[in-house]
């Protein structure tokens, strides 16, 4: 991919006279500029349009748009850095299995892929030139993309290969919703649904009695999900999909995105900043005051926190304020030779027979599991990741949580990272001499 340089820094602004909710309760959302200064700047010459938005936890974000913007969150969405991509690309569609494990799709059957929760990213063969503009991760290992005439695309190999599935459709295929390996959800132009409960050995089309476009689809379980589209368009299902139901959301503007946390607390999100809430299932949807007349193109979860929607003009939107974000936990970390910890060391034989990286447990919450990282990092783009055994944090006395990777370890520049539920802790760099 063409590199970009730039950085699409975000800054949170309370609208005026808008106070932060207490804990449990919701306020006004709260908008997010691009740029370092009141006045937004732009990442390129023309604004950019962010298409999709995923969460792997309450702090690890990413949005995906126009000149192939990725752009990464590692605070709950109070800074957002920009990371290289290919102006001439549009990014349609980005979801997370976990942590570490999340695929980017885009124009012209793009799909990229990231081990490494999101520091660098792979192209991966989609077998089609194909625009794609969904994608659901359920694992490591199994994703599903969507695409236009119906194209429907699945790995059960990390992206090792993507197998076309025949989806019965030629219609444009929007939005997936996958709640296991078995049972996905699509939707289309002209009302089209189509559903499999099978892994995709088969696919079947459900008449809704509409023809409107349908963007955006969400499932909290295999019973229970939503699809949204156009003229405010709002359909639910209580039986997994064999049946829909068209619900009042209020409005005629087109829905783009639609996000549930449960079987009763969801939002949908479309043009001209339009926002709705249901508290109830569905059962009525009432409008939230966004501040954007933008329109609003996707909607996610930080898991146990905020809701972020992503839109036109480069906006970034709070749509849900469950309180003040929980302050990000951090650690000292640092490598030496010795499994008693100690001082860090910058500089490594290369005959070492065991390298220790060490996290400081101070301030850690009882019980948190600390997962270290070993990567190599002298050839630029070339990462080399190994998956510890985590230690845990908090047991009785204990302050120091630490892993260790066998020598000799090839010379050069080497990094270790701690995480914690897939937040960075802290990381120790070092050279092997």
């Keep these: 991919m063409e590199s970009r340089v730039g950085c699409l820094a975000v800054l949170v602004a309370f609208a005026a006279g808008v106070a932060m909710a207490p804990q449990g309760t919701s306020s006004a959302p709260v908008s997010v500029s691009v740029g370092m200064s009141a006045s937004p700047s732009r990442i390129s010459s023309a604004p ?206 087109g829905l783009r995105g639609v996000v549930c946390v449960n079987d009763d607390d969801c939002w949908a999100v479309g043009w001209g900043g339009t926002i709705l809430h249901s508290s109830n299932g569905g059962r009525t949807w009432l409008p939230e005051a966004s501040g954007t007349v933008q329109g609003l193109m996707a909607i996610a979860v930080a898991k146990g926190r905020d809701a972020w929607a992503v839109g036109f003009a480069d906006t970034i939107l709070r749509v849900a304020n469950r309180g003040a974000p929980p302050k990000a936990p951090s650690a000292r970390v640092y490598v030496n030779t010795s499994m008693a910890g100690g001082s860090s060391m910058a500089m490594i034989p290369a005959a070492t027979p065991q390298v220790y990286c060490h996290a400081d447990l101070a301030g850690i919450a009882a019980g948190v599991s600390i997962s270290f990282h070993f990567q190599e990092v002298s050839v630029p783009g070339d990462y080399f990741v190994q998956e510890l055994q985590p230690g845990t944090a908090g047991a009785s006395g204990a302050t120091d949580s630490f892993a260790y990777v066998y020598g000799p370890l090839k010379i050069g520049r080497w990094r270790c990272l701690a995480t914690a539920n897939g937040h960075m802790l802290g990381e120790a760099g070092f050279t092997v001499v």
């Design 48 to 253: 950019v349009t962010l298409n999709g938005v995923a969460f792997a936890g309450p702090f690890d974000g990413w949005a995906v748009g126009s000149h192939g913007t990725i752009a990464h969150t590692v605070d709950g969405g109070a800074i957002w850095t920009d990371q290289p991509g290919d102006d001439d690309n549009v990014l349609q569609g980005v979801a997370f299995a976990d942590q570490r494990n999340g695929w980017i799709v885009g124009w012209g059957g793009t799909i990229l892929h990231t081990r490494d929760g999101g520091a660098s990213w792979q192209l991966q063969p989609s077998g089609t030139g194909q625009a794609l503009f969904g994608v659901s991760a359920v694992s490591a290992e199994t994703a599903t993309v969507v695409g236009a005439q119906g194209t429907i695309l699945r790995t059960t190999d990390a992206g090792g290969t993507w197998q076309r599935e025949a989806s019965g459709t030629s219609y444009q295929l929007y939005a997936i919703a996958c709640v296991d390996a078995l049972r996905c959800w699509a939707v289309g132009s002209n009302g089209t649904i189509v559903r499999t409960a099978n892994s995709g050995k088969s696919w079947g089309i459900k008449s809704v009695g509409s023809h409107r476009v349908l963007s955006g689809v969400a499932f909290v379980d295999e019973r229970h999900g939503w699809a949204v589209g156009d003229a405010g368009t709002i359909l639910g299902t209580a039986d997994g999909g064999s049946t829909w139901v068209l619900e009042s959301s209020g409005t005629g503007m």
